[in-house]
């Protein structure tokens, strides 16, 4: 039996709330049209991204009613969105919100927070602590939040909780173009997908935007990679575009028993090397 | 990455289709965002001004591209014609407005030295802006056509042929925009021509900075693209006296790619931590 996902490859506009909800609404109505199980937005797709002093005036806590519609949205099928979160101590976070059946069931709060280069996370958010599993309609999942993908220990964590699927909303910028290669960017973000799905052998989604914000242009090119290493589906570049693909769960269980590195592994000897390293022990 | 070689001028190649991709749609997608339906721009018969008409119109239409030649009685007639025939290669219309009375008035009643052609050539760069600025009224947006070379190197006048609503073309050097300029068709004599201002008769960029842009743009790209450091140049072999008159110049200069200082006296200040996007978008728009 196969779940299919539809990975919306959207443009948010920056710093509008209501209008990216309604935004939302016609993809998740596209996605359903689709007959999709699952539809993932990016990085904070109901917010934009380069907020700066509007981080704070975007924030909602999970329950607010402005996240309603999205609740309401996903009675028959489920959503990933990002927003800003926050917390009841009034502090702020990239957050990324699964909902299902109309109840949001699991919110990341993304941990990495880039503050270097273009990017200013840490200047306006503070970072999450966890890396949390949870279940979704298509197995045991884990939502890593753009820079959170980049730390190897991020997709390890998930796949050592017994993730099959690592879900990557992003908001990447698009740069580098030298000649005779793929866009900077595009390249490095193709061989972390590949080589998390084939060797922690899991689906990897990793759903980027487009458009521009303040000149800076996010290059989407979002893609599906199966536990195999074998890309699924992939979007364009730099263009909106739903991107429907069906996933095999049982992928996961076949490429487990060929390849069982992930069975293998040795998690206790990784804890104990981290500890007496960290004088834990 | 291999290390920087002085004769090695194929770092600074780019991937034509891609960078072309990436400036219309930045154009089509900000432009889009300030709710202006009309781009502006000063067209002089240069490489640059003519890859940002091309730019401009492959992202709005000729229709929506107002393309401004702007001539001073001491500009040259290459300038004139190559406008033309850069405007008739990418379907624009050229409108000519000439600055030479309002340029010469503002000398004769004393305004300043009219035998310091620096100041001539910054009153007649900001004479144009404001020409460019005004016929944006009430829904276009001017361009920027000043390169990266340009920017870092502070060739170009603050608020005159530096200001602009958007510049599609601020993130590629000189060398790069030939070979843009090429892949879009921009005539050859154009794009062979000696680069220059034209403020001032026989005037060239290349003359007036005492380097070449090839030269330039090649240590301005390990310098600011990849981070080397001037030793490092050196070492590598890159001429030591070039090196530090660019790394100089660009120094001299930040205060052209920067908004002006605002002293800081109270609690929350537009600059310093009054820091919103400028595409502060609203829930009505569009």
New interface residues.
Partial sequence: MTVRVALAQC?P???????NVRMHEEWIARARTERADLVVFPELSLT?Y?????ASEVACEPGDERLAPIARASRDIDVVAGFVERTAAKTLHIASGYWRKGELVHVHRKVYLPTYGIFDDGRYFGPGETFETFESVAGRAGIAICEDLWHVSVPYLYAAAGATLVLAPSASP?RG?????D?GTAASCRLMDQFYAQYLTLYLIFVNRV?????I?FWGGSEIVGPDGHVVARAA??EEQLLVADLDPDLVARERVRNPLLRDECADLVLRNLSSRLGLR | MSAPDPRDLSPLRIDETLVRKMLVGFLRDETAKSGASRLVLGVSGGIDSAVVAALAVEALGAKQVLALFTPYRASSGASRRDARVVADTFGLKLEEVPITAQIDAYFAEGGGDVADRVRVGNKMARERKSIEYDRSWPDGLVLGTSNKTELLLGYGTQFGDMACALNPVGDLYKTQLRELAASFGVPAAVIAKPPTADLWPDQTDEGELGFSYSDADLILYHMVDRRLSVAELVRAGFDEDLVRRIRERMRRNHFKRVMPLIAKVSLRTVGHDFLYPRDWESDTQR
């Fill in positions: 443009a506009a920056l710093g509008a709330f209501a209008r934009g380069y907020l700066k002093d509007l698009g173009v030298a000649e005779g290669g866009l458009g521009h914000e303040d000149g242009g570049e730099f």
